[in-house]
């Protein structure tokens, strides 16, 4: 008696060999560690690369944030004034921590915000979360940063140091050491409140603007016959838009951060009154200074990173998030 074909076949040895070959060339859709731990790599590399490529453009901006009466010439101004008064390798101040910092930072951002979301659509249900997405994408972005800031605010606070004090160390580990011997380690987190004031609500427009952003365009665009160069073309157009608006809705607290950074407090003066002072003495016009440098520096790189993060999930094979746009 002629034996049975095996259950998984189509009863043609021709067709069987042409399932066998698809199913050869599909990429397997990755899940779980494997799956987040990509997103978790593209992150950090989209972000340390944007940010550490930006370092000039950031000594400017802080320049300019911390006294305005001296880099009072704009953003161009300001990098002549630098570059005549320390020389051009002034701009590259901060560059070790900018690059370490946003490098873990960019992990827990992007990681946590697939993360997140999965989660949301896990606990809601797919329909709930689709016709909730807005929320969905700020809950998941607001997580997904709080976690991100417990692990860059010790490298920012050593940036900013560096950057506003040029003599107090010659780079990273030297800068982190000074300020952990000589103020302990509560230093590096006395600007933990307005780091999360300024990166949460930074972070949830980001990603909620570039997610509406890219829904729009491929509501008029088949993405699944878009070709890859057009796909980084439209996550650079999503992301320079989503940079400006995260710009201008974190600028305030952006300010704050780099005065409250700058020096150390008074005795017995806590973060929540230093806080309060430092808005009182900037005012709302004076929180806004450098919004033009930031919305050159933040539109810029957060452009390159939705780009960057888009091109290096498919190299990484990083193809099985779920998406929950209409």
Do not use: W
């Not at 910092?101 to 979360?129: R, V």
């Not at 972005?141 to 940036?159: G, H, K, N, Q, Y």
């Not at 780091?195 to 603007?209: C, E, S």
């Amino acid at each position: 008696m002629a034996a049975s074909a095996p259950p998984s076949s189509t009863g043609s040895t021709k067709l069987d060999g042409i399932v066998r070959t698809t199913a050869a060339q599909t990429p397997e859709k990755l899940s779980g560690l494997a799956l987040y731990s990509r997103f978790a790599l593209a992150g950090a590399v989209c972000c340390s690369v944007t940010h550490g490529g930006l370092t000039p453009v950031d000594v400017v901006k802080t320049r300019i944030q911390l006294d305005p009466l001296t880099y009072n010439k704009g953003m161009i101004g300001g990098f002549r004034q630098v570059i005549a008064k320390e020389g051009a390798g002034a701009l590259l101040t901060g560059f070790g921590p900018t690059a370490a910092g946003y490098f873990l930072q960019g992990a827990f951002k992007f990681g946590g915000y697939e993360l997140f979301k999965q989660q949301c659509i896990n606990y809601l249900g797919y329909e709930t979360a689709s016709n909730n997405r807005t929320a969905v994408y700020l809950a998941s972005s607001a997580l997904a940063e709080f976690f991100a800031d417990i692990a860059l605010c010790p490298l920012e606070a050593t940036r900013i140091r560096l950057v506003s004090e040029p003599t107090f160390a010659s780079g990273l580990l030297s800068g982190f050491g000074k300020i952990a011997s000589q103020e302990g380690l509560g230093a590096f987190y006395s600007g933990f409140g307005p780091i999360l004031f300024k990166q949460v609500p930074y972070t949830m427009a980001k990603f909620v603007v570039y997610e509406k952003v890219s829904e729009a365009v491929y509501r008029r665009v088949d993405k699944s016959t878009t070709s890859g160069g057009m796909q980084t073309t439209i996550n650079l157009g999503s992301g320079l838009i989503a940079g400006f608006a995260a710009a201008f809705v974190s600028q305030p607290a952006d300010t704050m951060l780099s005065k409250i950074n700058k020096t150390k407090g008074l005795p017995g003066e806590g973060t929540t009154s230093r806080l309060i002072k430092i808005a009182k003495e900037l005012g709302l016009r004076g929180s806004y200074t450098g919004l033009g440098a930031r919305l050159f520096m933040v539109g810029t790189l957060t452009a390159g990173q939705f780009a960057i993060y888009g091109d290096i999930k498919k190299l990484l094979g990083a193809t099985g998030g779920v998406e929950i746009a209409k």
